[in-house]
């Protein structure tokens, strides 16, 4: 009930909360404040591409890039200038941006332009304001309705005739709150994106020849033939552009396709009720679009598959071990030395069962070093961000902070695999420390530049700059690999770890198993609990990963991550004890493959998430499953390290419990 307590109060201390040094800007009445655009991102390709790939009005002297971080690039992150110019409280009611030209019509038999492609694609933008990104604003005739993540979209296509039509105008809706100590100036709180498609008929001014296609003519001021109120300059009153003027009787959207004007509306308006700190909350919450209740029914889901498990434990291990505690311990009678039966049971396998693992003893000290760096990875990263050390407003940062702990986390990675590969009494300890320093990561980088290549050859901005791999494998060879052989030198230093019994010269004869003791079922019942415990707390990190939803829960998040962890180290030593009672001994990679069976569900798990991804593309599919083999060969090594160390501990415990002969 505690921890209950604890995570509430940790998910209420998330909202409003800032890191130092992350200061509001204020803005004075006129001051010029920059749109920024970011990435196009689609559900249905998943790869993103740079905004200025299509033929969007573009500033004076071409789009400059901002200054990125590490996880920006690595989460494809392109934010870049646009030539949107508003003014602090200052209206503008469509504002003319420029005339470009989006390329030939849609026909049969012929390939559409970028834009259509794009639009048919379900491309979204996402803009930014003052470091907050665009809500995106849909109206139709009896409701509004405000989405506060994925961006707003291109276009649209028509149900009746199926053809593309672009957003070619924008109502930006921005609202301010004005700063206690200087009324005159306000801060950015809500950025809002009404999109609307407007077939404008106008003569460009003179200088304007024809523009080939792909080619954009900067700021170009033209003579609407056909201007809705809002564009009409000869109305007496100015009006910010509406639905009802859009969908006016006689009005048609924009084509994709031609010579098309981009204009823009900016409205202001003051909000006294929503202050600075508290801008991202409803981002955050997605305006409440999944209820915290879920992931409370969640957590006690979770904590129903923990307490039953452990009611099983209680029942069997417990009842079972005092039992045979006592028999072990007390001493035999005459009779029972004649008949021989002074030893039955799990106690049979004493002088084998801290024998090294009949399989590459150094791979499963490599997998083992490998799972834990990646376990005090994910649990600093998973505590720091419930603290609200990773603030949603600094892009990049979750990303860069997995990343820098898990290099620093290498001397864990060296340290583990040695105790281990000694305890193995293993020779190769240059072998096991290079295979933990180069395995895991070399594999992860050798994925991940396949998935550059595809990124690179679909134009998607996933695709990484050679300087950012650079980086990269400055992290892995200049800081990681050095302190893996850190931890591996104090390792082996120390003495190999002490066991309760001696191991006989002679492996002991392993009767026949039952087939519910076999690795099949093993693997089966052993991941299915842990999953089951984490499954719905899955689902939203791969809707924040696959389609750019907002996750910051983390508190529910460290809680369901602990109970994982239990549940795994639990299943696993109970496998554990129905196995030395058969009088099978070769419990390492049995423990560390039981409980590393939760990766396989993970990825099993991700082929039905897929489906509703409406991905149809091989590029798509490469990338899709190509990462999350990744992501759940992760799990399998940090669930599995966790399996084989509650075991060792578990047998240690056991078998110290009881008299030797």
């Known amino acids: 009930m505690r921890s209950l307590i604890a995570a509430a109060l940790l998910v209420q201390g998330v909202q409003g909360f800032y890191l130092p040094g992350v200061n509001p800007y204020s803005f ?172 404008h008929d106008f003569e460009a001014s003179a200088d304007d020849d024809d523009a ?32 009802e003027m859009i969908y006016a009787r006689g009005r048609e959207p924009q084509p994709a396709s031609g010579r098309v004007l981009f204009t823009y509306d900016v409205i202001w308006t003051e909000n006294p009720e929503l202050h600075w700190a508290s801008r991202w909350d409803i981002y955050l919450s997605m305006d409440n679009a999944i209820p915290a ?120 990675a060296g340290y583990v695999t040695s105790r281990l590969y000694k305890t193995f009494k293993g020779k190769s300890w240059q072998k096991a420390t290079a295979a933990a320093a180069f395995g895991f990561p070399g594999i992860c980088f050798g994925m991940f530049i396949i998935m550059n290549i595809v990124a690179l050859s679909q134009g998607s901005s996933d695709a990484v700059p050679v300087t950012t791999m650079i980086v990269l494998l ?48 093993s693997l089966i019942v052993g991941g299915i609990l842990p999953f089951g415990a984490c499954f719905v707390e899955l689902y939203f990190i791969l809707a924040s990963v696959w389609t750019d939803q907002y996750y910051y829960v983390f508190a529910f998040l460290l809680l369901v991550f602990g109970i994982l962890i239990i549940t795994c180290a639990e299943i696993t030593v109970l496998f554990n004890y129905f196995q030395l009672t058969g009088e099978n001994y070769h419990w390492w990679w049995r423990s560390f493959t039981t409980a590393g069976s939760t990766g396989i569900y993970v990825f099993l798990y991700s082929f039905v998430y897929f489906k509703q991804l409406e991905a149809n593309a091989f590029a798509t599919y490469v990338l899709y499953f190509g990462y999350m083999g990744l992501a759940s060969l992760g799990l399998f090594l940090m669930t599995g390290c966790v399996g084989v160390l509650s075991c060792l501990l578990f047998n240690k415990t056991i078998f110290g419990s009881i008299k030797i002969d």
């Open 293 to 412: 209740k879920v992931h409370w029914l969640s957590i006690l889901n979770s904590l129903v598959i923990v307490v039953v498990l452990s009611a099983m434990i209680g029942a069997i291990l417990v009842r079972n071990l005092r039992r045979d505690f006592g028999r072990y311990n007390r001493l035999a009678t005459d009779e029972e030395k004649a008949e021989d039966l002074e030893e039955f049971g799990w106690k049979l396998v004493h002088a084998d069962v801290f024998r090294p693992p009949s399989f590459s003893p150094l791979l499963l000290a490599v997998c083992c070093g490998t799972g834990a760096q990646l376990f005090c990875m994910s649990i600093l990263t998973v505590l720091f961000s419930a603290m609200g050390f990773l603030s949603p407003s600094n892009r990049g940062a979750l990303i860069m902070a997995q990343l820098l702990l898990y290099v620093l986390m290498g001397s864990v």
């Open 474 to 521: 400055v992290l892995w060879f200049g800081i990681s690999t050095p302190l893996v052989f850190f931890g591996a030198y104090f390792g082996y230093k120390q003495e190999a770890i002490e066991f309760p019994v001696n191991t006989s010269s002679i492996p002991r004869q392993i009767p026949d198993q039952p087939w519910f003791m076999g690795v099949p079922f």
């Open 28 to 199: 004075s009445e006129g001051e010029a404040v920059k749109l920024k655009v970011n990435k196009m991102t689609s559900q249905k390709t998943l790869l993103p591409v740079d905004y200025y790939r299509l033929p969007f009005c573009q500033p004076e002297g071409g789009p400059k890039m901002d200054h990125e971080n590490l996880g920006e690039f690595l989460a494809g992150d392109r934010i870049e200038s646009s030539p949107y110019r508003i003014n602090m409280k200052v209206d503008m009611y469509c504002e003319q941006l420029c005339i470009s030209n989006l390329g030939r019509g849609e026909q049969k038999g012929v390939s559409p332009n970028k834009m259509v492609r794009a639009i048919r694609k379900n491309y979204h933008n996402n803009w930014i304001v003052d470091n907050i990104p665009a809500a995106s604003k849909v109206e139709d005739d009896t409701t509004v309705t405000t989405r506060y993540w994925q961006g707003f979209p291109v276009g649209f296509i028509a149900k009746d005739t199926k053809r593309a039509y672009v957003h070619n105008h924008v109502n930006i809706e921005i609202q301010y709150h004005s700063v206690e100590t200087e009324p005159e100036k306000g801060r950015i709180v809500r950025f809002t994106v009404e999109p609307f498609s407007i077939k």
């Open 212 to 243: 080939e296609e792909g080619t954009v003519k900067g700021f170009k001021v033209a003579d609407i033939t056909n201007p809705i109120e809002s564009c009409n300059p000869g109305m007496s009153a100015k009006q910010h552009t509406r639905y």
